[in-house]
């Protein structure tokens, strides 16, 4: 039999568990999230690998070899959380009653261990997996020794081989070394050579090998600049080169017969995990993935429940008390109009199944409908619209657990229910598990059916307590119970509502539109002297790029790119790439907005409902789908012609909208505390004509059409951390120009420039950003050693404060909107919300109080040190209130 060795990067795992999961503690007040993750990750390994030696690496101190030649390594590195901290004791504790070796080396990193071991293992016939979330381990990877990197937090590994090092970066494992040694780690505070990223790395290394080799062709390296730059850091990449070398001979006092590992016994491990509160886990000890799967044990326990019948009603009804969970279960995922399968109700000690034949049961009916017995759900605003369509009324909620894990971290891409759960360590089932995917999805019999809804009750109602204290030391309740809660309640309230669309006016634009593709086609043909099929980007790349000898921008694997990019930067080339570009734009317009419009109008009431999705974006921004009215393209006057077919739903009525002015860039001048641009917006001045002025040195009535224009690209680009590149690319301009005229505007407005310097710095020590209601955007990928990563995450701390909070603003609007019209007890009725722009049907006796309370009302959402500007107009469409 093989021998198989799995050696785990204990720090780097840990780490990346401890911020991939909330906050967990056990009765003791100790913290174990990074404990229960990578728990996780250990026994899906043990699982799946079947290794006959076990490793876990630590890392014994931040004194090594390395910090006594260079006293600055890994120097500008955060310090380590107390929380994290105090959890490595824990994790030994648990290596320990799994009978899994443990090891660390002062003096030496973990890293070094790993190398080491890995490279005994190989001379002694072993195979090796290395599992990490450091891409240095790939300088390890041999025939014999694969490396699985960590993605997504710890839930998903990405393997490599010499093939997949090949193949990503067209280097060897030992190139990875060089790699690091041209391009330096942030992270680890290597230096490098200064201004030498990754791509550029890669191209030195593809063309000269090596470190060594790049200094000594320094002169044949295309660029002048860069050649200097090598030149004068040479000594810099040697030193780089040799601080990212891991060392494989290191003295270890282990051995390889110390990591031998056979299976652990569940006995053993079990007093560990019911210390830490593993609930989840202590299911599946003892079983493999298969038993696990068919019995449900790893999934959900069995819970004992009630299910009403007309016969138990009496009894059960009395038990219906507060606080309870509640759980609406709908049938797929467009929940208007969808059956609604049935409800679960947990409390205490009660775990009731209503079928849905038995939710016309007054009691149940009364008590849903009651404000004053408190419930508990998840995703309040589906339960409340899916009972809506049923014509019961749910009123009381006070807790949702999809919303309460949302404003505790909305980068997560998951707040689904067996997900929320099993971060708190809850054994529940999926919903895929229980019904299936796609075209083998069915509902289960009566007795799964109900088990799995009151499951989710149960799940419900023993989350609260824990994600209300997880709220509360994340410093979210105010964001949760003051805007969230009552947000969802509103929207809701719209999506039953829905807006009317006219099919006729559809029919009409499609009809138009058509005869414009058509028109279009025709003179498509005559330029290219062939008919072609447009639509097809290879045969369009042929005629484009063979037959007209178009110069070529970017290839494909299956031939010439015709992207949109491209095609722009060939505008001014050939007169038949307008008529492509407007050729695609008009047949997306149709096919995507027309067709897509038309499917979603409901016969029964001639409307469309839309579903705003509250817990999706990162920033806080609500999103739409089915349809997707977010994304109704404006630019084209087409485009903006689809929104005549929005019309009030009576007769004599408007449509309102109103649309807060430049909100982005006005709590940008309030969070940067920038006294030019706060001073422009408080005198009214046209921001981008006093932004040109200022930044030109000259009066504004001398600011020409291209300065503001400029101005205004500069702008709206730094709220998202626009480089010279993508300015340049914005204006047509050099990158020299754009970075003068981004140094320009920094000098003028120096405290947007502090902004962004700080609003960096901080996310390094915090690790997340707030906006100014306290939503908070983790940024775990802030201090990575990857460029790319880490300027992305960067280019979030800059803008999330300013995005989020406009999401907030608007939240905040809508709430205090809604209590304001029923307090006056007005007929008109919001609509919808695309991006900074609330929609309204007004009857024409209230377009006066309308006219005036909207924009008070938004206006005075949230005070800042400028003032909020609302633009509001009205008419007999959308189309016509713009």
Known sequence: MEKKLIIIDGNSIANRAFYALPLLTNNEGLYTNAVYGFTMMLMRILEEEKPTHVLVAFDAGKVTFRTEGYKDYKGTRQKTPGELSAQFPLMKELLDAFSIAHYELPGYEADDIIGTMSAQAEANGYSTLIVSGDKDMLQLVSDRTKVALTRKGISETELYSPQEIMDKYQLTPVQIIDLKGLMGDTSDNIPGIPGVGEKTALKLLHEFGTVEDVLAHASEVKGKKLQ????????????????????????????????????????????????????????????????????????????????????????????LVSPMAVVVEVDGDNYHGAPVLGIGIAGEDVRLYVPFAEMNWPTLTDWLADSAQKKWVYDAKRSQVALAWQNITLEGICFDAMLASYVSNPSETNHQLSDIAARYQMGLP????????????????????????????????????????????????ELFYDLELPLATVLGDMEKRGVQVERARLDEMGRVLLEKLSSLTVGIYELAGVEFNINSPKQLGEILFDKL??????????????????????????????????????????????????????????????????????????????????????????????????????????????????????????????????????????????????????????????????????????????????????????????????????????????????????????????????????????????????????????????????????????????????????????????????????????????????????????????????????????????
């Open 228 to 319: 200097e730059k090598i030149a004068a850091h040479a000594d810099d990449a040697r030193m780089s080169k040799e601080l990212a070398t891991i060392l494989r001979e290191a003295p270890l006092a282990i051995t390889l017969e110390n990591t031998a590992y056979a299976a652990y016994v569940a006995e053993k491990v079990a007093p560990v995990f019911e210390r830490f509160a593993f609930k989840s886990l202590l299911e599946r000890l003892g079983m493999n993935e298969a038993e696990a799967n068919e019995s449900g044990a790893a999934s959900g326990e069995e819970i004992a429940y009630v299910t009403i019948t007309e016969a138990n009603r009496d009894e059960w009804g009395a038990k």
């Open 430 to 477: 999926s919903d895929e598990a229980v019904y299936g995917k796609g075209a083998k999805r069915s509902i289960p019999d009566e007795d799964k059916l109900g088990l799995h809804i009151v499951r989710k009750a149960d799940a419900v109602y023993r989350l609260h307590d824990r994600m209300e204290q997880a709220m509360k030391e994340e410093s979210v309740c």
């Open 549 to 882: 000898q178009l110069p070529v921008y970017k290839k494909t694997k299956t031939g010439y790119s015709t992207s949109a990019d491209v095609l722009e930067k060939l505008e001014h080339t050939h007169e038949i790439i307008p008529l492509i570009l407007e050729f695609r734009q008009l047949g997306k317009l149709q096919s995507t907005y027309i067709e897509g419009l038309k499917k979603e109008i409901r016969p029964d009431t001639s409307k469309i409902h839309t579903s705003f999705n509250q817990a999706v974006t990162a920033t806080g921004r609500l999103s739409s789908t089915e349809p997707n009215l977010q994304n109704i393209p404006i630019r084209l006057e087409e485009g903006r012609r689809i929104r005549q077919a929005f019309v009030p739903s009576e007769p004599g009525w408007y449509i309102l909208s109103a649309d807060y002015s430049q909100i982005e860039l006005r709590i940008l001048a309030h969070i940067a505390r920038d006294e030019n641009l706060i001073k422009a917006f408080q005198e009214g001045a046209d921001i981008h004509t006093r932004t040109a002025a200022d930044v030109f040195g000259v009066a504004q009535e001398d600011v020409t059409s291209l300065m503001r224009r400029q101005a205004k690209a500069v702008n709206f680009g730094i709220v998202y951390g626009i480089s010279d590149y993508g300015l340049s690319q914005n204006l047509n301009i050099t990158r020299k120009q754009a970075a003068e005229f981004i140094e320009r505007y920094f000098a003028v407005f120096q405290g947007v420039k502090r902004y962004m310097e700080t609003s960096v710095l901080e996310a390094k020590k915090a690790g997340y950003v707030t906006t100014l209601l306290s939503r908070r955007r983790y940024l775990p990928d802030i201090n990575s050693r990857n460029f790319n990563l880490r300027s992305f995450a960067e280019r979030t701390a800059m803008n999330t404060p300013i995005q989020g909070t406009a999401a907030d603003i608007i939240k905040l609007a809508m709430v205090n909107m809604a209590k304001r019209m029923e307090e006056a007890q007005l007929a008109s009725r919001m609509l919808l919300q695309v991006h900074d722009e609330l929609i309204f049907e007004v009857p024409e006796h209230e377009l006066d109080v309308m006219c005036r309370l909207v924009p008070e009302v938004m206006e005075s959402a949230l005070v800042l040190d400028v003032p909020l500007k609302v633009d509001v107009n009205y008419g007999p469409s959308w189309y016509e209130a713009k």
